[in-house]
C-alpha cells in the first residue's frame, strides 16, 4: 500500500463538500471543532455524540480525527478546565492528537444524511422530504413494500436500529395498519403538523413529551369514534438510535472521496460506544 496520507484540511473540505455548512439551520454550529488543519489523518472514528467516553475511544484507537453528529460546544464554552467535562474533553483530544469535527443539521438534512440512513434502513419507498425548514428537506416520508400492524412494524425497526437500553415507545395499537412511514432521527416534536398533512400512518422520531404526543393521538383516536382511520400512531426509538445509522454509510463516502481527490484513502470506523444518557428501563407495567 502507497505510504501516503492526507491531512485534516483535506478531509475537512470533503465532509465540508458531503454537509455544507451553507445548508445547517440557522443558529445551528457545525464544522472543525479542534484540530491543526495541516495535521496528517490515517484513522477516522465516526460517532453521533464527543462524550468522553468517545473521545476516550478515539484517543486510545490512535485516530486522528473524530466526526460526530452533535457538537462538543453547543451550549457554549468559556474556559477549557480539566476539571469541566467539554474542557476536559477539549484537552483529551488536543493532547492525543486527535481533531474533531461535527455534521449536525446540515447532515439531518443531507442526501445519504440521517434521515435518508434511517429511511433506507427501514426498506421505505417513494421517498420524499417531510418538512422543508428554510429551504432545507429534514425528515422523510415513504411507503413500506407491505401493508404491516404497528407492532409488527416496531419489531422491524427495533431489529434495524442499533442496540439502546431505552428501546421503543409504542403509541397507537398493536394492531394499527402501518405502511406509510414518516422519520425524523432525533428531536422531532416540533413536526406533529407535517405528519398528518403528508398522510403518514405512524411517525417515529425521538425525545417525545407528553402533552404534544397525547394531543396528537387525541386527533387519531377522535377520527376512529366516528368511523374513520385511527392515526397517525407514534414511535419514540431513541435520540442516539435514531441518529446512528447513517454513520456507516457516511465514513465509507468519506473515505471513498478523500482517496479519489488525495490518492490516501484514510481507515474509518464507527464508535462502539453507545453514547444514549440512559443506562437501563425498568417496566411498571407488563407489556
Ligand atoms: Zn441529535
New binding site residues.
Given amino acids: 500500500m502507497e505510504n501516503s496520507t492526507c491531512s485534516l484540511s483535506d478531509v475537512v473540505e470533503v465532509l465540508d463538500g458531503m454537509f455544507p455548512p451553507a445548508t445547517a439551520l440557522s443558529g445551528d454550529v457545525v464544522g472543525l471543532t479542534v484540530g491543526d488543519p495541516s495535521a496528517s489523518v490515517r484513522r477516522v472514528l465516526m460517532a ?1 455524540d464527543p462524550t468522553l467516553a468517545v473521545v476516550d475511544e478515539a484517543v486510545a484507537g490512535g485516530f486522528d480525527l473524530l466526526v460526530t ?2 457538537h462538543l460546544l453547543r451550549a457554549g464554552l468559556h474556559a477549557v478546565v480539566p476539571s469541566e467535562p467539554k474542557g476536559a474533553a477539549v484537552l483529551a483530544l488536543s493532547e492525543g492528537g486527535v481533531g474533531l469535527y461535527s455534521a ?1 443539521t446540515n447532515a439531518d438534512v443531507a442526501t445519504g444524511g440521517v434521515n435518508d440512513a434511517l429511511a433506507a434502513a427501514l426498506g421505505l419507498r417513494d421517498v420524499e422530504p417531510l418538512v422543508e425548514p428554510e429551504g432545507q428537506p429534514l425528515g422523510r416520508v415513504g411507503q413500506l413494500p407491505t401493508e404491516t400492524t404497528l407492532e409488527g412494524f416496531a419489531q422491524h425497526l427495533a431489529a434495524v436500529l442499533p442496540g439502546a437500553p431505552v428501546g421503543l415507545r409504542v403509541a397507537g395499537p398493536r394492531d394499527g395498519r402501518v405502511e406509510r412511514v414518516a422519520v425524523l ?3 422531532g416534536d416540533r413536526e406533529f403538523d407535517a405528519v398528518r398533512e403528508a398522510g403518514a400512518d405512524v411517525y417515529v422520531t425521538a425525545d417525545l413529551r407528553h402533552h404534544p404526543v397525547s394531543e396528537f393521538r387525541e386527533h387519531g383516536l377522535l377520527a376512529a369514534r366516528s368511523g374513520g382511520v385511527d392515526g397517525p400512531f407514534v414511535i419514540d426509538a431513541g ?1 442516539w438510535a435514531t ?1 446512528s445509522l447513517w454513520l456507516a454509510g457516511a465514513g465509507e463516502r468519506l473515505a471513498d472521496e478523500v482517496e479519489r481527490t488525495t490518492g490516501a484513502r484514510p481507515e474509518v470506523l464507527v464508535s462502539t460506544t453507545v453514547t444514549d444518557p440512559w443506562d437501563f428501563t425498568v417496566s411498571t407495567q407488563e407489556g
Fill in positions: 453521533v453528529h452533535h449536525h432521527g432525533g428531536s435520540h441518529e
